[in-house]
């Protein structure tokens, strides 16, 4: 139940999934330097590893508990948490005048994933503070900034979900108290509190920005907070991969097919559990790319010193997010639910942590919007608002880069290709028809809303990796430098074609045509 | 967490697609004129909504516990199994001359999905012990038959999935004991043991048959065992879906798409709801459907006069049995994960019971050898042992059903016919190509076995719904009794054409192209 971040994957998809160079030219810091980048994912990886992927498990079996009054963590977490504020992690992206350390959205995303891989529960904890520090950020008005946000940009003091942010530093308790804790499938871990405000006579809370502009406020942040749980998708989905890897190739069962030695071999050499690992590495492959991608476009939308380049990343951004927030985290629950199939019956039982994986990732596709409320988004308001021309600017940069991409040599090339274009004219045709159905009919549209998005998605993830191919074909025919690695990367790009990115074109029914059928029985005949 | 057998679908599952007209034919003792079977499946469905479903989430919650060395079932579980044995439920399919009722496995298999629906943990004591009462019913001497088999088919001795069937009737214990009970993910109520054998001395066991025989005994029934896990995953998802169901009719969120009224409707509303309740109802009626053709045939293999056909029964029943096993169970993982998703944040919290069955669920794609395994055995045994001409046939009878379809008038219809043709034109192509691949590259056959049997699910899944759309259409023009349900029949063949069906074709792709990359890299490079 260890825990090594990717780190060779993680830079392969900065690089060139994400297009992390676009960023460079325009750092004037010096924060986006080959060096300094090895440097902060290499300590950040370190400290997941080491202090925080061992808590994991022993979090999940002993879980929070409710003491008093008092929330406990699990034995070690709050040492951990310790070392996590005490070498600056916490501060990470948040603006320098508030003790923050400016990187990077996309650099931070890299870091966060580490994170979440080591364990979910614990990294919510930063994510929620990440949110309320945003907010004040943003809207919080100079005293409020001054007052919180220090404490906060260091992770001493911390953010949930509700509004627990005032606390007086001179020592009195607000009148709230958690009731208490949700006995939850996963993330056991993390308090999720049932709280009573207000019981001692009124709680004490304070306005940030204008009365009754909260929810266009959280509207600002959501972004952020989307891909942060499109990623705990990816980062969920690694954890069960590579601890579904290292029991396949400890793990000895049954002769070898094909082989005349009769004698039983790690399963990693049976072909089905070979389909069902290069599943799981090949969707987290893809779906890590685009998620660095959303991240990337992200920080260039606040970046870019000319201003209709901001607006045209920011409406790819916009486009995005939903996309990742809901097809990373289906992928996380597809690939948790293998991690554990390829454990057989080792998988049920508690102890070897991969049904820990299922469980815990099963929230992902639930809470910051359920994926049925991505899926709307991504067809009312990010179709909506332009007829699909945020779209259709991202299928012309796909389409592009097919084009170049069958500019090489090879079967490998050839095959990424014929797939890719496949999944973008199934793509073209499904955001076409979606369009004209949004206002045709908006219940039919809403219907099929997401099967499109997962048609977006996989087709979206291919055109990351088909990305990667292109820049691990101009390396291997530069150099035999990392040309093992580079292979491998072809191979995950080409595996992905034919086992993800092939079932693009069948989703276009589901999508347009299915949305019909949806209303025709009565509610109580469903 | 209630539930209600869906008694008027069962029915309609037994006689419109799974033709049990055909073993009625052959009834002699009239167990299947239409007045018996209401009243057994109605018995049955009183006791498994009343006293058995009732269990089910207490049952997780406690758990069974060891006691001093002993078994302790939850709360309850004694009695219900009990009034189990005490309606001779047990005794249901096994043979009169043990005191059996001589039932045939379609109606068996019907009555089993109540009991598995109602908990799946308590009716996996039962499932062991039909293994059991079957091996020794077809390899027992007549002393053991004798001396076991009136205990075990009333269901007062129960079997295991080990050897523990001796126990001396004088009362001496044998020597063996429970170390411990396993910590699982789910079926917290069913006691997994980890067992010690002989500490005291030796533990006695009896020889059933010949020695070095007790895989080959296995085989014999693996038919019986595979379908029974198979149906399970129809019955898990059954559950999940009624309660996702009552859910969405009873909370009330937001306002409706397309409606001028603001005020908040019960989610059963909004499409995407919607499309996940139809799509969990359309897969359990399509897998019910098969599940129940598969018993049917297996009666048909073993009571049909004509040898040959008894024979021609047997292939079919050979072929749809890996499908039943892994793609019904498949279903119910992914079933029982969209019952969460539909409740939202409740459906995480342990308290609804939907994460019940997402954690129960997970067991039936491994156990009874895992997907993996029944994929591999269509493709090399039930391909392989006559180059694909079992599967040729079902192909020409689903063809023929589809041509039946098509005489109806009406766009439903129409739809119908295209989708399952699409399909059975995919599979027709992929069992070719998957019969000339395992003589040329086994190990990429071996790849492709899993969406190549999923693909065998979708297709024949969507065989039987359309033979129970053309029932539906008959009914309809033959006059107004039932049209409600038959239209409703004929509206989930047709969601399921748009939803499920329309996937087929987009697998032939990884199930033949896809194998061939499952090598491309090393162990240590996956």
Not at 448 to 469: D, E, I, M, N, T
Request: hydrophobic residues 45%; proline residues 5%; charged residues 20%.
């Amino acid at each position: 139940m260890t825990y090594a971040p990717p780190l060779a994957e993680m830079r392969f998809a900065l690089e060139e999934m994400a297009g992390l160079g676009r960023l460079r030219a325009l750092d004037a810091d010096g924060h986006l330097d080959h060096a300094t980048l090895d440097q902060v994912l290499g300590e950040a990886a370190r400290l997941a590893r080491d202090a925080i992927a061992p808590l994991n498990h022993s979090g999940d079996r002993a879980g929070s508990r409710l003491d008093n009054g008092v929330v406990r963590t699990p034995p070690g977490w709050r040492q951990a948490y310790g070392a996590f504020v005490e070498g600056g992690w916490n501060a990470l992206p948040f603006a320098p005048e508030h003790g923050g350390q400016g990187m990077p959205w996309a650099v931070a995303t890299a870091v966060h994933e580490m994170w979440e891989s080591a364990s979910l529960a614990f990294a919510l904890c930063p994510l929620l503070t990440a949110g309320a520090t945003d907010l004040l950020q943003a809207h919080g008005s100079e005293a409020q900034k001054a007052k919180y946000l220090p404490r906060m940009v260091e992770g001493s003091w911390t953010g949930t979900m509700k509004s627990e942010m005032p606390r007086d530093p001179a020592g009195a308790r607000n009148d709230l108290r958690v009731v208490s804790l949700e006995n939850k499938l996963g993330i056991h871990a993390s308090p999720t509190c049932v709280m009573a405000y207000g019981d001692d006579g009124g709680a004490i809370g304070e306005l940030v920005g204008e009365e009754n502009r909260g929810l266009e406020y959280m509207f600002t942040m959501m972004n952020n907070a989307r891909l942060a749980v499109g990623l705990q998708g990816v980062a969920i989905a690694e954890r069960a991969f590579q601890q579904a890897r290292a029991y396949a190739l400890s793990r000895v069962q049954s002769r070898e097919l094909g082989s005349r030695d009769p004698g039983p071999v790690p399963i990693v050499r049976h072909p089905d559990v070979r389909r069902m690992l290069m599943t799981m590495r090949t969707g987290i492959e893809a779906a890590r790319g685009l998620a660095y991608l959303a991240a990337t476009e992200l920080d260039l939308s606040r970046r870019h010193p000319d201003e209709a380049a901001r607006a045209a990343h920011q409406a790819r951004v916009d486009l995005l997010i939903p996309v990742v927030k809901a097809w990373a985290t289906d992928l996380g629950v597809e690939i948790a639910s293998m991690g554990v199939q390829v454990h057989g019956g080792m998988g049920f039982v508690e102890e070897t942590g991969a049904a820990q994986h299922y469980r815990d990732a099963r929230i992902l596709p639930i809470y910051e919007g359920t994926n049925g409320i991505q899926a709307n988004d991504l067809v009312f308001r990010k179709l909506g608002r332009d007829a699909g021309a945020a779209a259709a600017s991202f299928l012309d940069e796909a389409r592009a880069d097919a084009d170049a991409l069958a500019a090489h040599a090879g079967d490998d090339a050839a095959a990424i290709v014929a797939r890719l274009r496949a999944g973008l004219d199934a793509l073209d045709a499904a955001t076409r028809a979606m369009v004209a159905l949004q206002a045709a009919s908006p219940r039919r549209a809403a219907a099929g809303a997401s099967p499109y998005l997962r048609l977006f998605g996989l087709v979206a993830g291919g055109h990351v990796l088909a990305r990667g191919a292109r820049a691990a074909l101009a390396g291997l025919a530069a150099g035999p430098a990392d040309a093992a690695f580079l292979r491998a990367r072809l191979a995950s790009a080409r595996f992905y074609a034919d086992h993800w990115l092939s079932q693009a074109p069948s989703l276009v029914h589901a999508a347009i045509e299915g949305g019909a059928l949806v209303e025709a029985l009565g509610d109580d005949e469903i």
